[in-house]
């Protein structure tokens, strides 16, 4: 009995240490898999510094002037080719984000007019009607559910006495798209109605 449970205990303890290992080695394989998203870093265009002209005062030689337009330039054709290729970059960007944002406003535009399709195809088709058989009144004599079946005949509604229990029941069978209009209309002939159906 006592090498029973020892056998017992000893192979719940091992059962542990392996269900042990076996999380430990698991939660270490997960979190080498997470890596952080890749960075994209997008290159920045160097700004041009801004040449500075100097405010010739009110008389100045001829010949500054052309040494000056000679300067510029001369600045002009040494623009480095990497503010070049910089430039070209942002066009490039730009065109780029341009012709998605064309892609998306031609995929919202079919969308709308399904939509607008959906709707005109709704607005056409008719509501269709269903068919309730409505209860107007429970009498104990025959006489009265007559009576009752003839107004409900007058307004326009076919119906039945149905006798259940000792009781003559008036329903009425009605044809419509929107119930709740016909029972408001019952409603205020006949006092409460059932919808039986």
Same mark, same amino acid.
């Given at each position: 009995?006592?090498?029973?449970?020892?056998?017992?205990?000893?192979?719940?303890?091992?059962?542990?240490?392996?269900?042990?290992?076996?999380?430990?080695?698991?939660?270490?394989?997960?979190? @080498?898999?997470?890596?952080?998203?890749?960075?994209?870093?997008?290159?920045?265009?160097?700004?041009?510094?801004?040449?500075?002209?100097?405010?010739?005062?009110?008389?100045?030689?001829?010949?500054?002037?052309?040494?000056?337009?000679?300067?510029?330039?001369?600045?002009?054709?040494?623009?480095?080719?990497?503010?070049?290729?910089?430039?070209?970059?942002?066009?490039?960007?730009?065109?780029?984000?341009?012709?998605?944002?064309?892609?998306?406003?031609?995929?919202?535009?079919?969308? @709308?007019?399904?939509?607008?399709?959906?709707?005109?195809q709704e607005k056409t088709t008719k509501v269709k009607s269903?068919?309730?058989?409505?209860?107007v009144g429970a009498f104990s004599s025959m006489e009265n559910a007559q009576k009752a079946l003839r107004k409900a005949k007058?307004?326009?509604?076919?119906?039945?006495?149905?006798? @259940?229990?000792?009781?003559?029941?008036?329903?009425?069978?009605?044809?419509?798209?929107?119930?709740?209009?016909?029972?408001?209309?019952?409603?205020?002939?006949?006092?409460?109605?059932?919808?039986?159906?």
């Amino acid at each position: 009995m006592k090498k029973e449970r020892l056998v017992v205990l000893i192979g719940t303890l091992v059962a542990i240490i392996f269900f042990y290992l076996g999380f430990n080695a698991w939660l270490k394989n997960k979190e @080498e898999k997470i890596t952080p998203p890749p960075v994209v870093i997008k290159p920045q265009p160097k700004e041009i510094p801004k040449q500075v002209e100097p405010t010739p005062p009110a008389e100045k030689p001829k010949e500054e002037k052309s040494t000056e337009q000679k300067v510029k330039v001369e600045e002009k054709k040494e623009l480095p080719k990497e503010e070049k290729k910089a430039e070209k970059f942002i066009k490039e960007r730009i065109k780029e984000e341009k012709e998605p944002q064309k892609k998306e406003e031609k995929v919202e535009k079919a969308v @709308e007019e399904k939509i607008k399709e959906e709707k005109r195809q709704e607005k056409t088709t008719k509501v269709k009607s269903k068919t309730y058989i409505v209860q107007v009144g429970a009498f104990s004599s025959m006489e009265n559910a007559q009576k009752a079946l003839r107004k409900a005949k007058s307004l326009g509604y076919k119906g039945v006495i149905v006798e @259940e229990g000792g009781l003559y029941k008036v329903r009425l069978k009605v044809i419509t798209a929107d119930i709740n209009k016909d029972l408001g209309k019952l409603k205020s002939h006949f006092g409460s109605v059932l919808v039986k159906r």
